[in-house]
């Protein structure tokens, strides 16, 4: 059973950065793809960025591309999301999510199968 731990989250104003972790305590942990999505208030879950297992392929949101950088460290069991030149309209909070990488790396959350509790990152402008 996976269980994700994430960690991170914060208030940061606008311009300012995060790195959001995403831990696993297995060593398969580097065989699932993970991905992390959001949810501000009053709004639905979206995509934000993904990362394939083994191989560390990354796809993004086009709302995060050039200032997010997903990467992992399999030595570590560990995900991370690098957020740069944050603005208020990334505040909300953020869950990492994982699924075994028997398919392809996918944008749709509905085929993950494990979830951490989720972060809240609040950008104040």
């Known amino acids: 059973q996976v269980q994700l731990a994430e960690s991170g989250g914060g208030l940061v104003q606008a311009g300012g950065s995060l790195r959001l972790s995403c831990a696993d305590s297995?060593?398969?942990?580097?065989?699932?793809?993970v991905a992390w999505f959001r949810q501000a208030p009053g709004k639905e879950r979206e995509f934000v960025a993904a990362i394939s297992g083994p191989g560390g392929r990354p796809l993004y949101a086009e709302s995060v591309k050039g200032r997010f950088t997903i990467s992992r460290d399999d030595a570590k069991n560990t995900v991370y999301l690098q957020m740069n030149s944050l603005n208020p309209e990334d505040t909300a909070v953020y869950y990492c999510a994982a699924e075994m990488s028997l398919s392809s790396l996918t944008t749709t959350a509905e085929t993950y199968d494990y979830w951490g509790q989720g972060t809240q990152v609040t950008v104040s402008s």
């Open positions: 297995r060593h398969t942990f580097r065989f699932y793809h």
